[in-house]
C-alpha cells in the first residue's frame, strides 16, 4: 500500500495483417498504457494512422462543433445505443446542415440587435435635448456639434474665438447642443471646443423627432428579441431530439480515432510492427491471451520487464536505460523511450482512495517513491477533528461531504467530499470527548454526567488543558516528523547506509535526541514549568489546576536527558558529515517543523472562543465556579441576584426583547456558518500545510506519469 501497483513493460510483435485485430483487443482491455516510439530501432519507422483516422476525425470535429452551438451536455444523454456508419453518415450531414442554419439566422438576429442596442445607445442623449435629429447635420456654413459637458464652458470657449461671428449654445440634461457661424475657417467650433471637458456625440443617421425614433428602435428591438425566443425555444427542440445521438456519435468517433492513431506510437515496416507498453503486472496473463486469440497466434506478446521499484529510483529516469542497454532488434525488447518510467497506479486500499487528491496536489507519487496516501488518512483527520472537536459542526461536515461524494459529478469534488466525511466523523468523535455540540456542553452533560474526559482549555477551570495540548502537539509532531524520517532512511537505502544515516538518520537522531532533553529534568530551572506539570499528579508543589490530565509525567530523568544530548550531538556530527554548512544552517530545523505543530492547538483554542462569543452573544452568560454558564433557561436578572452584577459575562440578546430575539437569531445563524467554514479554511489549511511541509518535506519528490491505458469507457453507446 506505501508502494504504487507493480507494473510490467510488454511488447506485442506480429505482421502488419494482424495489427488491426491486436489494436482491437488492446481496446477492449483497457489495460495498456502505450509507450511512444521514439524512432531508435534501425529499420523501423514511426507507424501512421489506419486508414479513416482522418474521416474520423474530422466528422468528430464537426460532431464537437454541432454539440457546442446546441449547448449539448452529458445530462442530455438518453439511452445507450448502437451508431451505424450509414447513420452517422447520413444522419450527421442532415443534422449539420439544420443547425448550421439555425445557427446562422441566430447570429443574424443576434447582429441586428446588438446593431440596435448600439443605435438606442447613442439617440438616448439626443431625447433629453429635444432637437429634431435633421436639425443637428447637413450644414453647408454652419459648425454643429453635439455632445455631453458643461454648457458655460462651451460659451465661454466659443466667445474666445475672433473667428466665430455669430453661435447658439442649447442644454438639457447634461447635453450640449452648440451652433457657430465662422465663415472664415473651417470647422472653427471644433478646434473651440478641444480645449474644454466636452464628450462628442454622433449625430443618428436619422431625421424627425428623436423620440419617435427610439420608439421606433425599441419597437424593433422588441419584435428581434420576440423572433430570437422563438428561435432559440426551436433550437432548444432540435437539442432534445438530437442530443442523445451527438453524444452516441462522439463517442463512436472517439473511439474510432483513438484505435485509428495509436499505430503513430507504434515502430513498423512494410510488413512488421512492434509495440511495447505498461500493464499492471498481475494482468499479464489476461493481455497474453486476449491478444493471441484475437490475432489467431500470430502475434508474440512478451513480458519484457516487470519494472522493480529500485530501478527507477535515480533523479533522472534517463539512467535506468543507461544502465540497461541493449542492442537494438527488430523484434523489440529495450524501452521505446529512452526515459520511459513506468506510469504510476496508486494502490490503496479504497477507504483511502479520497486522501490521494491531497498527495497528487503536491504531485503524483514517483514509481520508485513511498505513497504517503494511507499516513494521511491516518493523521489529516485526526488533526481536523482535534482542532474542531464539535458533535454539531461534525455532523455538518459529514452531511456537505456525503452529499459532495454522492451527487458530484466531478472526481475531484467527490474525493473532498470523502475527506469531509472522514474529518467530519472525527470531528464528531473529538465532540463526543470534548462534550460539545455548536459550542454548548450538552453532550457533556448528556453522556458523561457534566465531566467529560477531555476539556478544550478555554473555560478559566481549565486553562491547564490549553498548556497541556500544547505539551501534547509536540509530542504528536515527534511522532509525524519521525515518521517522514523513517521513510526518507528507507528511500535513502538504496544509496547504502551511509548515505541513509548522514541523509536522513541524522536528522531524526538529532531531533529525537534534543527533544528528549527538552523534556527531561536536566537543566530544569530554565523550562517552562508546564512541561512537568500538566500531565503530572497533583502534589503540594503542583497545584490541581495546573494538571490536566493526571498521568504521572514529570519529564524524562535526568539520564534521558543527558543521553539525549549525547544522541544529538552524534546526528549533528553526521549531519555536518553529510552535509556541510548547509546542515550547520539548516539544524534549527530540528526545534522549528516541532513547534510549528503548536498551531494544533491554536487553532483548537481559536475555533472554541469563536464558537463561544457566537453563543455568548445570543444567550449571554456569567461566569461560577470557575466555569461560563451560558443564559439557556436562566435570566441575567435571576444570575444577578443569586450571583452578582460581577457574575454577569453578558445578558445576551435573546434577553433583550423582541429586536434583540431577532438580532440573536441572525447572529447564532451566521455566526456558526461562519465558524463552520473557517474551520475549512483554518483547521483544514493548517492540516494540510502540517503534511505538505513538515512530513512530506522529508522524503516525497512525485514527478510520477499517470497511467492512461489504451482505451475508452462507453457511456452513450454499446458495442457495434
Request: aromatic share 10%; charged share 25%; net charge negative.
Amino acid at each position: 500500500m506505501l508502494r504504487p501497483e507493480q507494473m510490467s513493460k510488454v511488447s506485442v510483435t506480429g505482421t502488419r495483417r494482424v495489427m488491426r485485430d491486436v489494436i482491437e483487443a488492446t481496446h477492449d482491455l483497457h489495460l495498456v498504457h502505450f509507450s511512444d516510439y521514439d524512432g531508435d530501432i534501425e529499420g523501423f519507422e514511426t507507424g501512421s494512422p489506419l486508414s479513416g483516422a482522418e474521416g474520423a476525425a474530422d466528422k468528430l470535429v464537426i460532431v464537437r462543433s454541432l454539440k457546442s452551438i446546441l449547448g449539448v451536455s452529458e445530462d442530455d444523454a438518453g439511452p445507450t445505443r448502437i451508431v451505424s456508419e450509414e447513420r452517422l453518415a447520413s444522419e450527421l450531414e442532415s443534422i449539420r446542415s439544420e443547425v448550421n442554419e439555425l445557427d446562422d439566422r441566430r447570429s443574424e438576429l443576434e447582429e441586428e440587435l446588438r446593431d440596435i442596442e448600439g443605435k438606442l445607445e447613442t439617440a438616448h442623449p439626443f431625447v433629453e435635448l429635444g432637437y429634431d435629429l435633421d436639425l443637428l447635420s447637413g450644414y453647408d456654413h454652419l459648425d454643429v456639434a453635439v455632445g455631453e459637458g458643461n454648457a458655460d464652458e462651451v460659451v465661454e470657449a466659443i466667445e474666445a474665438r475672433d473667428d466665430v461671428d455669430a453661435y447658439d449654445v442649447e442644454s438639457e440634461g447634461g447635453v450640449v447642443a452648440a451652433f457657430a457661424h465662422a465663415p472664415e475657417t473651417d470647422d472653427a467650433l471644433g478646434d473651440a471646443l478641444l480645449g474644454i471637458d466636452f464628450e462628442p456625440l454622433d449625430v443618428p443617421d436619422a431625421s424627425g423627432d428623436p423620440e419617435q425614433y427610439v420608439e421606433e428602435l425599441e419597437h424593433r428591438q422588441e419584435k428581434l428579441q420576440w423572433k430570437l425566443e422563438r428561435l432559440e425555444n426551436e433550437i432548444e427542440e432540435y437539442r432534445l431530439e438530437h442530443a442523445g445521438f451527438l453524444l452516441a456519435a462522439e463517442e463512436k468517433l472517439t473511439i474510432e480515432v483513438q484505435k485509428t492513431e495509436i499505430p503513430l506510437q507504434f515502430a513498423t515496416t512494410d510488413h512488421a510492427f512492434v509495440a511495447e507498453g505498461w500493464i499492471p503486472t498481475e494482468t499479464f496473463d489476461e493481455l497474453e491471451s486476449t491478444v493471441e486469440t484475437a490475432a489467431d497466434g500470430t502475434v508474440a506478446v512478451e513480458e519484457l520487464e516487470v519494472a522493480d521499484y529500485e530501478d527507477y529510483a535515480s533523479e533522472h529516469p534517463a539512467e535506468h536505460s543507461e544502465s540497461d542497454e541493449k542492442e537494438a532488434t527488430a523484434d523489440g525488447g529495450i524501452a521505446f523511450e529512452e526515459d520511459d518510467e513506468p506510469p504510476v497506479v496508486q494502490d490503496n486500499p479504497s477507504i483511502a482512495k479520497p486522501f490521494e487528491i491531497l498527495v497528487e496536489m503536491v504531485n503524483r507519487p514517483r514509481y520508485s517513491e513511498y505513497d504517503p496516501t494511507l499516513i494521511v488518512l491516518l493523521t489529516f483527520p485526526l488533526f481536523f477533528g482535534f482542532m474542531i472537536g464539535d458533535v454539531g459542526y461534525g455532523i455538518l461536515y459529514v452531511a456537505i461531504g456525503y452529499a459532495m461524494a454522492t451527487r458530484l459529478d466531478s472526481d475531484a469534488l467527490r474525493s473532498l467530499g470523502g475527506i469531509a466525511v472522514w474529518s467530519g466523523a472525527f470531528t464528531v468523535l473529538f465532540g463526543i470527548l470534548y462534550g460539545e455540540i455548536f459550542g454548548m456542553h450538552y453532550i457533556g452533560t448528556i453522556l458523561w454526567d457534566g465531566a467529560p474526559p477531555l476539556h478544550k482549555g478555554l473555560q478559566p477551570h481549565y486553562t491547564a488543558y490549553a498548556r497541556g495540548w500544547l505539551l501534547a502537539t509536540l509530542f504528536v509532531a515527534l511522532v509525524h516528523v519521525t515518521a517522514g524520517y523513517v521513510i526518507s532512511f528507507a528511500k535513502e537505502l538504496r544509496h547504502g547506509l551511509k548515505a541513509a544515516i548522514t541523509e536522513s538518520g541524522s536528522w531524526a537522531l538529532l531531533m529525537l535526541g534534543l527533544w528528549a532533553w527538552i523534556f527531561s529534568r536536566h537543566a530544569i530551572g530554565g523550562k517552562p514549568a508546564f512541561i512537568f506539570e500538566v500531565f503530572n499528579q497533583p502534589t503540594a508543589q503542583i497545584p490541581a489546576e495546573n494538571v490536566a490530565i493526571a498521568l504521572g509525567f514529570a519529564g524524562f530523568p535526568v539520564e534521558v536527558g543527558l543521553a539525549g544530548l549525547a544522541a544529538a550531538a552524534i546526528g549533528f556530527g553526521l549531519l555536518l558529515l553529510g552535509e556541510g554548512i548547509v546542515g550547520l544552517l539548516e539544524s534549527l530545523n530540528v526545534l522549528v517543523n516541532v513547534l510549528s505543530y503548536t498551531r494544533i492547538a491554536a487553532v483548537l483554542l481559536a475555533k472554541a472562543g469563536m464558537a463561544f462569543v457566537v453563543n455568548l452573544l445570543f444567550f449571554g452568560a456569567y461566569s461560577h465556579g470557575g466555569e461560563f454558564h451560558f443564559l439557556v433557561s436562566e435570566s441575567p436578572h435571576h444570575v444577578v441576584e443569586q450571583f452578582g452584577e460581577a457574575a454577569l459575562t453578558f445578558p445576551g440578546l435573546i434577553h433583550m426583547g423582541v429586536l434583540g430575539i431577532l438580532g440573536g437569531i441572525v447572529v447564532f445563524l451566521i455566526g456558526h456558518l461562519v465558524v463552520l467554514a473557517l474551520g475549512v479554511t483554518s483547521a483544514g489549511l493548517q492540516a494540510v500545510r502540517l503534511e505538505y511541509v513538515e512530513f512530506f518535506g522529508k522524503f516525497y519528490d512525485g514527478g510520477g506519469a499517470k497511467y492512461h491505458p489504451f482505451g475508452y469507457k462507453r457511456n452513450y453507446t454499446t458495442e457495434d
